[in-house]
C-alpha cells in the first residue's frame, strides 16, 4: 500500500469500473426518496477497486487548519441531523455554505431510524453566479459517495453522483449553469457497517484537483515563500564563506 506521501490523484468522474455510473438531471421533486433510490441502487451494483491506486489514509490529517470544519458529532441512532442534513431534513434547508476553491472537513456515521438503517449526508450550499465547470472531490477514511443537486430544495434535481472507496480521491464533476447547487458527501454503505463512520477532507474547485496533501495552501510554499527560501539559503552559503575564509587566514 502507496504512503501517504506519494499521492496520485485518482479522479473519477464515471465511476465506470464499478458498474456505477453518474445520473442526470431532471429528477425533481422528493429529493428524500431520490436519495434513497440512489442509496438501493449502490449497494446492489458489485464494486470493484484498482487496489494499485488505494491510499492509506492512517495519520492523514483530515482536519487541516485551512478547511472550515463542519462541527458535527456523529448522528446518533433515532437522531435527526440538524447542522446539515440539507433538503433530505425538510424545508429548514440545513446545509453549511462553501464558496469555490474553499476546503471542507467533516465526519459522516451510519445509524438507525427505528429499525431502519441510515447514513449520515452532510450538505454544503454553493450559489455560482456565472456557468462553471465544478469540480466536487472527497477524500475519506470511509466509503464516500459525492453528489451534486440543483436547488433549490422545493425543486431539487439531482445532477449527478459517484461512489467511491476510502483512501481513493473521488471527483465528480459538472458543467453548472448560475444558481444554487448542493455539494453533498455520504457513506456508501448504510447502518452500522463496516467503512460507514469516519472522517472527511472535500474541495470545491472549477479545474481537476490536485493530491488532497495539497489543499492547504500552506502545505507546498508560493512563489514569494520559495524566493524567500532561496533568499535564506543564498544568505547562508554567503555567511559560511566569509566564515571559511576568515578561519582559512587564521591558519595561514
Same mark, same amino acid.
Given at each position: ?23 442526470? $438531471?431532471? &429528477? ?13 441502487? *449502490?449497494?446492489? &451494483? ?21 478547511? =472550515? ?10 437522531? !435527526? ?6 433538503? $433530505?431534513?425538510? #424545508? $429548514? ?40 465547470? !465544478? ?16 436547488? #433549490? ?16 480521491? *473521488? ?21 452500522? &457497517?463496516?467503512? =460507514? ?7 470545491? =474547485? ?31 552559503? !554567503? ?14
Amino acid at each position: 500500500m502507496k504512503q501517504i506521501s506519494y499521492f496520485s490523484v485518482f479522479t473519477v468522474l464515471l465511476f465506470s469500473a464499478s458498474g456505477i455510473s453518474a445520473q442526470n $438531471a431532471g &429528477q425533481g421533486g422528493d429529493i428524500s426518496s431520490i436519495m434513497t433510490k440512489i442509496q438501493h441502487q *449502490l449497494n446492489s &451494483q458489485p464494486r470493484i477497486v484498482n487496489n494499485h491506486e488505494r491510499l492509506d489514509p492512517t495519520g492523514f490529517n483530515f482536519f487541516p487548519s485551512c478547511a =472550515t470544519h463542519e462541527g458535527e458529532a456523529d448522528i446518533p441512532d433515532n437522531g !435527526v441531523d440538524f447542522t446539515d442534513g440539507g433538503c $433530505a431534513v425538510g #424545508p $429548514a434547508n440545513l446545509s453549511l455554505n462553501i464558496q469555490l476553491d474553499q476546503c471542507v472537513s467533516g465526519r459522516c456515521n451510519g445509524y438507525t431510524w427505528f429499525g431502519d438503517p441510515r447514513h449520515d449526508f452532510d450538505w454544503y450550499k454553493l450559489e455560482l453566479a456565472t456557468t462553471q465547470t !465544478v469540480y466536487w472531490t472527497c477524500f475519506a477514511s470511509f466509503d464516500p459517495v459525492v453528489y451534486i443537486i440543483q436547488g #433549490p430544495c422545493a425543486t431539487a434535481s439531482l445532477v449527478g453522483y459517484v461512489g467511491g472507496f476510502a483512501g481513493i480521491p *473521488l471527483t465528480y464533476s459538472a458543467v453548472l449553469a448560475p444558481g444554487t447547487y448542493y455539494l453533498v458527501i455520504s457513506p456508501y454503505s448504510v447502518g452500522h &457497517q463496516v467503512n =460507514t463512520d469516519g472522517d472527511y477532507l472535500a474541495k470545491v =474547485t472549477t479545474a481537476p484537483p490536485s493530491p488532497p496533501a495539497t489543499w492547504c495552501a500552506g502545505s507546498v510554499p508560493t512563489l514569494g515563500e520559495w524566493g524567500l527560501i532561496l533568499l535564506a539559503l543564498g544568505l547562508i552559503s !554567503v555567511a559560511s564563506f566569509f566564515i571559511l575564509k576568515k578561519r582559512t587566514t587564521f591558519s595561514v
